[in-house]
């Protein structure tokens, strides 16, 4: 069987010898025919929220947040048609804040591939920085009784608008609502306590939960310390075209707009398999090792426990070099030991939260890579260099016998697979 993984930008075609395997991706819905005409239509009748255009005075200073460069946003599309709807407001009284989490700042270049050269010339575009207090200040007390600082320049404007997209989510359930303003562009010591190991490993923080996941609970409770003024969120099919708009009040907008992503994102699948081979659907979120473990956790879903991931992503950014996870994964001679470091009474440290969720899939199951990482280094990550994604296939075959059961996830966790019992 011949099958397409999505992997950087022109994608990988593997063919697999084996006839027991069962291709987990969603129905591919069709994007919408005019996008422009849609989202008029969705700012102009939106979800439990007045018209947008009633919500925004022309004398308003106006920040709006996207996601940063490793999100899949057509922001380069969005962002022209909220800020014509926004004509009335003079161009030095909107900002577009870049909300980057603890990710690194995105470069010039980048920044004008994700708004568009016009509107990266016309309108202050500012990339959030987590590290740096004097760009920062107080927000609120956080659910956990904490400060929460957020960027200055969205907390001293009149009005809040924050874009996004939702897909079921590794951590938080699903992506979108909140998510842009919290984590997006909060300070780090907070987005620490965010990830802390608790969090992490507590069982409802995982994919397409959102009743009793904590992860979420503290999105939505931080994520609105600042009043979101209005919510611009969007779903997605695998060539990056929009199939729905769901715009208006947050909480509101999440909700239906989750309901409709687990409803088409989300496949049931009745047994685990022995062998799943995944991505992390290709450019741009498989830029780097950090933002692969999110496919890896997809497989990780329905393989069998001592089973064998394939995972397929360029990672050209490297692990990346920036942060810890690099010095995390390395400093520890197993996954284990790395589990009893962070999970030791007292432990905090930025990035601990991803090296966690990979090192609680590597006690599961044998992970390989597909990448452009060195093979030493993805050998120190605990993981296996792979060359050759059929080649492993087979031999794992080899090794279990011609029944093995194969699960392909060729777009990595643009579809979370679950076991249906």
């Known amino acids: 069987m011949r099958v397409h993984l999505q992997y950087g930008r022109a994608g990988l075609d593997v063919d697999l010898a084996s006839q027991n395997v069962t291709v987990v991706k969603p129905g591919y819905l069709p994007g919408i025919p005019d996008e422009r005409t849609a989202f008029r239509a969705a700012i102009e009748w939106p979800i439990a929220s007045r018209p947008l255009a009633e919500i925004i005075a022309s004398r308003d200073r106006v920040a709006i947040v996207i996601p940063d460069v490793t999100r899949p946003l057509p922001s380069d599309r969005l962002l022209p048609w909220l800020l014509g709807a926004l004509a009335h407001v003079p161009d030095d009284r909107i900002v577009i804040i870049n909300g980057t989490g603890s990710h690194r700042a995105n470069t010039p270049a980048e920044l004008s591939a994700m708004v568009g050269r016009d509107v990266l010339a016309r309108y202050r575009v500012v990339n959030h920085n987590a590290h740096d207090l004097s760009t920062l200040t107080p927000a609120g007390i956080g659910q956990d009784g904490q400060p929460v600082l957020m960027n200055?320049?969205?907390?001293?404007?009149?009005?809040?608008?924050?874009?996004?997209?939702?897909?079921?989510?590794?951590?938080?359930?699903?992506?979108?609502?909140?998510?842009?303003?919290?984590?997006?562009?909060?300070?780090?010591?907070?987005?620490?306590r965010y990830h802390d190991a608790r969090m992490i490993g507590d069982p409802k923080t995982t994919w397409g939960l959102l009743e009793g996941n904590p992860t979420q609970a503290r999105i939505r409770h931080d994520g609105t310390l600042v009043p979101i003024d209005f919510?611009?969120?969007?779903?997605?099919?695998?060539?990056?075209?929009?199939?729905r708009f769901f715009c208006g009040e947050v909480r509101a907008v999440h909700d239906q707009g989750c309901a409709f992503s687990r409803a088409t994102a989300m496949v049931g699948c009745p047994r685990p398999f022995d062998i799943v081979v995944t991505t992390n659907s290709g450019y741009p979120l498989d830029q780097n090792l950090y933002q692969a473990v999110k496919g890896m956790s997809a497989a990780a879903q329905v393989v069998a426990p001592g089973g064998y991931i394939a995972t397929a992503a360029r990672c050209n950014d490297g692990f990346p070099s920036h942060g810890n996870f690099r010095t995390l994964l390395m400093d520890h001679d197993s996954p284990q030991a790395l589990l009893d470091t962070i999970l030791a009474p007292g432990f905090l440290l930025y990035d601990q939260w991803e090296a966690q969720m990979l090192a609680n899939i590597q006690l599961k199951a044998r992970v390989g890579l597909l990448s452009e990482l060195p093979d030493d280094e993805v050998r120190r990550a605990h993981l296996e260099p792979i060359h050759d994604v059929a080649a492993v296939v087979d031999r794992e075959i080899a090794h279990r016998g011609a029944d093995a059961s194969i699960a392909v996830l060729p777009e990595g966790p643009m579809t979370i697979p679950y076991l249906a019992s």
């Open 231 to 243: 919510c611009i969120n969007v779903t997605l099919n695998r060539d990056r075209q929009i199939t």
């Open 152 to 192: 200055r320049e969205y907390v001293d404007a009149d009005r809040h608008i924050v874009l996004g997209f939702i897909e079921p989510h590794f951590m938080a359930g699903f992506s979108g609502g909140a998510k842009g303003v919290f984590p997006g562009i909060a300070d780090i010591a907070a987005i620490m």
